[in-house]
Each structure stands twice: as C-alpha cells, then as structure tokens.
C-alpha cells in the first residue's frame, strides 16, 4: 500500500516562499498521477498542481490561481515531489495535501485520486 507524507508548511508573511515536499513510501511514485490540492478553512478542496509521465513525456498542469507562482516536480530516485511556492499570498492559506492516482484520467478532481496524505498547514500572513 502507497503511503504519503507531506512537509515544509508554515507561517509566513505575504511574498515569501515555501517549498512543500511529500515523501511515498511503498511503491515508486513514477508509475502514478501526483497531484497538489489544498482546502481552506470553510472551503471545498482546491487542485493545486499536477504531475504526470509517460512515454511521450511529462505533463504538468496549474490553476490560473497559482499558475504564474507555483512549480511541480518530481525526483524520482527519492520517490518525492515538490511543490514550489513563490510570491505567497493570505489566499494561499489552507491545508496541503499529497495525492496519488493510478489513472490518468480526471487529474483535477480529488475524487480521481486513490492515495492521501495527512495534509501540512500554510499560513500566509497579511
């Protein structure tokens, strides 16, 4: 069973940066859909970033939320990805979650998704 551990959130003030990480254990993450969302409080959960690879190459895809601030990547060797954030803001607060799926599919619909993480806190402060 593939299991999915986020880290690297925190508290910090509008325009810093943070670099999340989600560490799989179990199988290698290569042969999957790995995906970014966040839920605010109070809010349905968001699609953030995604990351998927085939034989024609790799596909990345953002919201128009996070599109110009946000990075997706993968190191393969250490069965982790990243996600990069950059000129933060308050609307960024939320927690982040890890996600993992074995089909293509529907890759920005959480409901796509067949592995999950506990989620790490951001706090974007004013």
């Known amino acids: 069973q593939v299991q999915l551990v986020e880290s690297g959130g925190g508290l910090v003030q509008a325009g810093d940066s943070l670099r999340l990480a989600c560490a799989a254990s179990?199988?290698?993450?290569?042969?999957?859909?790995m995906a970014w969302f966040r839920q605010a409080a109070g809010r349905e959960r968001e699609f953030v970033a995604y990351?998927?690879?085939?034989?024609?190459?790799?596909?990345?895809k953002y919201p128009d939320s996070v599109k110009d601030r946000f990075t997706i990547a993968g190191d393969y060797a250490r069965n982790t990805v990243y996600l990069q954030m950059n000129y933060l803001k308050p609307e960024d607060t939320a927690v982040y979650y890890c996600?993992?799926?074995?089909?293509?599919?529907?890759?920005?619909?959480?409901?796509?998704?067949?592995?999950w993480g506990q989620g790490t806190q951001v706090t974007v402060s004013s």
């Open positions: 996600a993992a799926a074995v089909n293509f599919r529907f890759p920005t619909e959480p409901a796509s998704y067949d592995y």
């Open positions: 179990g199988r290698t993450f290569g042969s999957f859909t």
């Open positions: 990351l998927s690879s085939s034989g024609s190459g790799s596909i990345k």
